[in-house]
């Protein structure tokens, strides 16, 4: 009969922070087992080592390496690959003859614990149960002795590891905040602080509850010192002072401060810039766009959009979701008349079908006509997908979205057959999505009754991006099914021309 599996978290230092049952568990064992670094000490056995009964077999799990430099073929994920899989070998060989085993995890087995990587090669074959842990995050948080987060405040846990530009936008769209796997990363992260604002109210926290433990600010930190356990505790933001001053100075107004939407007087000094940032890639952002996007203190828009944005210090993210476009555009424009320089962003061109006309939409419905407005051009879907396709926008041409949330479907319909009737290129914006599933298919008969089957249609799919795809077809062969909301489709005029190589254009002169 084989024997049982536990991975049982040891909390992250104190011995007395042992669960009873995690304890008990150890006790039990006729194999404990445990990980560590090259040099063969183990934090996990110092902690639960009291518990180990007399003639226990200890299995020490050695990493080959610490860091991502190998030799081996396949790089670092495969060789810890390798060492995951002979360590399973090993324990299994127990299990196989009876021995009851457990795999002891500092903080909590599966909170970015090694044990899940076992517990994966292990767990469909044997009887195998997970003991929780205090974490070091919990641990960590004591430590500070300062609340981590309250009411409806988002808790952020990052590792170290992450790019800074994308560890400092995280920092600065969180609430709370708590950054893992330090030591060699600790440079990059208090970098990253510093340019999320975040720097300041940021605690390190150096063997969290064990006799070794260090607190201090981010800022005193000497990064020489700095060991892999440890980490950053970022508070949440209503236990700040400084950044409740900030909300208050910043934040869009109440229906308390201007009933009407109209109080207040416009601070020239404040601004709106409506910015496209392209499709997709940072080498589509224009270099107008990028030094205005240096030169504000907000940024608003649709939360991806803002996510591309790189974060700064000084810099205020204002993230919404979907479909709030013109509540987005008035809470920019309020900023503005309070004297901060605010940046809209869309994603393509923020003229076309983006951020450009909300703005304006509610400057003039609620009152904000004396904000300064200015607009600056992007790179637009449009003209990404016929670059890549060659050259089908090359004659006359209508841009139009199958979007019907703004506009009757009956509206669509009819500019569809003009545009068709006309024999324009049309480029179609947002074909589909999650809600509207029906439309390409739609058009596409409404097409087939001006245009004949053979019309080369272009699809694009995430233009400009990892996963980018074109496709040519024709008006009659196209599937409605294979488009979602990552795609733009180019309808060709009867002129457009294939080369041999698959490229598409349409003839500026008219047959």
């Not at 974490?135 to 990052?158: F, K, M, N, Q, Y």
Request: charged share 25%.
């Amino acid at each position: 009969m084989s024997g049982w599996l536990r991975g049982v978290g040891v909390g992250p230092g104190d011995p007395e922070l042992v669960t009873v049952k995690a304890a008990r568990l150890i006790g039990e064992a006729d194999v404990v087992a445990f990980h560590s670094g090259p040099k063969g000490d183990s934090i996990a056995r110092r902690i639960a080592a009291s518990w180990f009964r007399e003639g226990v077999v200890e299995e020490l799990l050695t990493y080959p390496v610490t860091t991502g430099s190998t030799d081996h073929p396949l790089g670092y994920h495969g060789l810890m690959a390798d060492f995951y899989d002979k360590s399973a070998d090993r324990l299994a060989a127990h299990l196989d003859s009876g021995r009851n085993v457990v795999v002891l995890a500092e903080g909590d087995p599966l909170f970015y614990g090694t044990y899940m990587y076992l517990h994966d090669r292990l767990a469909d074959r044997y009887d195998t149960a997970v003991v929780p842990g205090v974490t070091s995050v919990s641990g960590s948080a004591a430590a500070v002795a300062t609340g981590l987060c309250r009411h409806e405040d988002v808790l952020t846990i990052l590792p170290g590891t992450l790019p800074v530009p994308e560890l400092a936008r995280r920092l600065a769209d969180t609430e709370a905040a708590v950054v893992m796997k330090l030591g060699r990363t600790f440079e990059n992260v208090r970098e990253a602080l510093r340019q999320a604002g975040r720097l300041d109210e940021a605690r390190y926290v150096e063997r969290a509850s064990s006799d070794a433990e260090r607190v201090l600010p981010v800022a005193e930190v000497d990064p020489s010192t700095v060991p892999y356990m440890s980490m950053v505790v970022v508070p949440g933001k209503d236990l700040r002072a400084d950044a409740a001053g900030r909300a208050a100075s910043s934040a869009p107004a109440t229906p308390a401060e201007h009933p009407s939407g109209q109080g207040g007087s416009a601070d020239t000094s404040g601004e709106v810039v409506v910015i496209g940032l392209g499709p997709g890639p940072d080498r589509w952002l224009t270099p107008e766009a990028s030094a205005a996007l240096a030169e504000v203190g907000h940024v608003v828009g649709y939360a991806p959009y803002v996510n591309r944005v790189p974060q700064r210090e000084g810099l205020v993210r204002h993230a919404s979701g979907n479909t709030v476009e013109v509540d987005r555009a008035r809470d920019a424009l309020e900023l503005a008349r309070k004297g901060e320089r605010v940046a809209v962003v869309s994603g393509g061109d923020a003229g076309v079908f983006g951020m450009a006309s909300a703005v304006f939409e509610a400057a003039d419905t609620h009152g904000y006509t004396d904000v300064p407005v200015r607009v600056l051009p992007g790179v637009t879907a449009a003209q990404a997908v016929a670059a890549r396709a060659g050259a089908p926008l090359g004659g006359d041409f209508a841009i139009m979205s199958l979007s019907d949330r703004l506009k009757p479907w009956e509206v669509v319909e009819r500019r569809l057959r003009a545009a068709a009737a006309a024999d324009l290129v049309i480029a179609l914006y947002n074909p589909a999505s999650r809600s509207r599933t029906e439309q390409v298919a739609r058009a596409r008969k409404v097409l087939l009754e001006e245009r004949s089957g053979d019309t080369v249609v272009v699809v694009g799919r995430d233009v400009g991006r990892a996963k980018e795809s074109l496709t040519v077809t024709t008006l009659e062969a196209l599937d409605p099914a294979t488009i979602d909301m990552k795609c733009l489709v180019v309808v060709c005029a009867t002129g457009t021309r294939v080369t041999e190589a698959g490229q598409v254009w349409t003839p500026r002169f008219v047959h």
